[in-house]
């Protein structure tokens, strides 16, 4: 690992310029960034196998989730082949470092996903009778309808609905890894959000947008922490211990 704090900078960047998806970027720069920390705590004892071993321990002994451990490791190891592209580091180490394997993972969490009844009744939670309600009824009817993600339920405008052989789709969402796909919408989440534009006086630009505590509409957009949010708002009314990605599972 280089002293020079600007070369090292260079290296890492070189790392996270090589991933396309802006989550993998925050998770290897946070990894890495993790790494260096605990590596300069034990007095920089030299980019090894061992030292990188000796840390997937530390991971582990501090009770990190196999998936977490694996990714970490991943960002490491990417760190150090870089290191010796640039010549920083002899490619036997890189080579050394990259036999650290991973840490079996016993099976995948499923997560949570709810009943039709369950759907149902999240969906019908809101109070329609408030612009707010129109919104947030919307928001639900489209993540349990159609799968999207909370970043993508933020960025849905009302030109990406579209009718395609008598049916409603979502066309062209860029997803994670930027795979670009289309998903139909069932006719009740349509209707859901023609009762919310209609309401909201919303023609144009992003369907979904904050309303304020006066219950008017008080911006252009939402933030995908703001879904989120709805989401638990209602769930927890009901007790489900569901978030966002939970309706999508539903789905």
Known sequence: VPANPERLKAIIQLVLDGLTSSHSKRAYGKAISDFLFWYQGRGKPGLTKATVQRYKTVLQENGLAPSSINQRMSAIRKLA???????????????????????????????????KEQAQALINAPDITTLKGLRDRAILAVMVGSGLRRSEVANLSLKDIQQREGRWVIVDIIGKGNRVRTVPISGWSKVAIDEWTKAAGIDNGLIFRRVNKGDRVSGESMTAQAIRDVVKEYSSRFGYEVGAHDLRRTY
Not at 82 to 93: M, Y
Not at 95 to 114: D, P, S, T, Y
Request: net charge positive; glycine share 14%.
């Open 81 to 115: 082949q870089e290191a010796a592209d640039n010549g920083l580091v002899d490619q036997s180490i890189a080579n050394g470092v990259a036999r650290v394997k991973g840490v079996k993972q016993q099976g995948v969490k499923a997560g949570n996903w709810l009943s």
